[in-house]
């Protein structure tokens, strides 16, 4: 019986042996499909680095910045108009005037910059939340074709998104303001080459010369 006992114990140690080594086997079978599950997944999120951050950023001044300038353009025209009507146009309210208008032009390229980093950077943002979720399906599945899978067609959509601002609505306004009308009454004159006020005359079209009269000879018939 004690034989038999010993026998019993060996044969005890022995299964909990091969169980716990068929669990090792196992966990090292997991770990490396995970561990080629997420190579996978790095390979189909690495384009998405710093540059292609930067080309969206990008991609998106070159929809809205021309259309800052085009609005900047128009309005140093209608500046202009608005100052000759008003016999301002190399006046000190000119030069107060252009230093305004380049300094809105300034703030609103800016403010372009601004929106077009927090738009990649939301983009950044949704391509790692998406790199998560794919992670997370990796975890649960342990598939790594399927993760590979999975993560082609979140970058595939990721790469469909591109940026889209639109356009913009009106930028700037020129108004005959009360600047402009004092200005009429006390009018300093203001050197043409003072930067803002060049590049507002600059911007104006040549003027117009008003063609010749003819002088009426009386009919003396």
């Known amino acids: 019986m004690c034989l038999g006992g010993g026998n019993a114990g060996k044969d005890a140690a022995a299964q909990a042996q091969r169980e716990a ?13 995970i561990k080629e599950g997420r190579g996978n997944i790095d390979t189909q999120f690495k384009g998405f680095d710093d540059n292609y951050y930067n080309k969206y950023k990008d991609t998106y001044l070159e ?11 128009d309005a140093r025209k209608e500046l202009i108009y608005s100052l000759e009507r008003a016999g301002l146009r190399n006046s000190s ?52 074709t399927r993760a590979a899978n999975d993560a082609l067609a979140r970058t595939d959509t990721l790469k469909a998104d591109k940026p889209a601002p639109g356009l913009l609505g009106p930028l ?6 009360q600047r402009i009308t004092e200005g009429r ?15 507002l005359l600059a911007s104006a079209p040549p003027p117009v010369e008003a063609p010749a009269t003819r002088a009426l000879v009386p009919d003396v018939r």
């Open 93 to 144: 309210v000119a030069g107060e005037q252009a230093s305004d208008l380049e300094q809105k032009v300034a703030e609103q390229k800016g403010a372009q910059v601004s929106k077009a980093n927090s738009a990649a950077q939301d983009l950044r943002n949704t391509v790692g939340e998406s790199r998560s979720a794919a992670e997370r399906d990796l975890m649960l599945t342990e598939d790594p």
């Open 185 to 199: 009454a006390a009018i300093t004159l203001m050197p043409s080459g003072s930067a803002p006020l060049a590049k």
């Open 63 to 73: 929809t809205t910045m021309p259309q800052v300038e085009e609005q900047a353009t």
């Open 21 to 33: 080594d068929d669990s090792r086997v196992r966990e090292e079978q997991r770990q490396a499909r």
């Open 172 to 177: 700037f306004e020129i108004l005959e303001n």
